[in-house]
C-alpha cells in the first residue's frame, strides 16, 4: 500500500483548506485510515481517524472544526479542514492500519509522505 498525501498549502486564519490521501498499490476499502500532523519542534499528534466502516474520530482540538470522509471508489480520503488556527500549522500525514478506530500512530502500518499546512496572516 502506498499513499499520497496532498492539498496542503497557505491560508489565512479562519479559513479552509481539504487534505486528500490517495492510495495506490492496494484498495484501502478495509483498511482504517488516520491523519496525523507535526509542527516543527513537537511531537507527531493524532488529528482524527476514519474506519473502513466510515466511523470517525477526531480529537478535542479539531472537533467541530475538521471532517474526516472517505471515497472507496476514488481510492482516496479526505481531511476537510475549516476554521483553521495558526496552531494548525504542520506537516500533515495520512496513515493506514486494518485494526479499526485509533489515534495510536505506532498501529498504523502504511504511511504517506506529508503535505504542508501553513496558517498564517
Known amino acids: 500500500v502506498q499513499l499520497q498525501a496532498s492539498g496542503g498549502g497557505l491560508v489565512q486564519p479562519g479559513g479552509s483548506l481539504r487534505l486528500s490521501c490517495t492510495g495506490s498499490?492496494?484498495?484501502?476499502?478495509?483498511?482504517?485510515i488516520g491523519w496525523f500532523r507535526q509542527a516543527p519542534g513537537k511531537e507527531r499528534e493524532a488529528v482524527s481517524c476514519i474506519s473502513s466502516g466510515g466511523s470517525a474520530s477526531y480529537v478535542d482540538s479539531v472537533k467541530g472544526r475538521f471532517t474526516v470522509s472517505r471515497d472507496n471508489a476514488k481510492n482516496t480520503m479526505y481531511l476537510q479542514m475549516n476554521s483553521l488556527k495558526p496552531e494548525d500549522t504542520a506537516v500533515y500525514y495520512c496513515a493506514a492500519q486494518w485494526m479499526g478506530l485509533t489515534h495510536t500512530p505506532e498501529r498504523y502500518n502504511y504511511w504517506g509522505q506529508g503535505t504542508q499546512v501553513t496558517v498564517s496572516s
Open positions: 498499490g492496494s484498495s484501502l476499502r478495509y483498511y482504517a
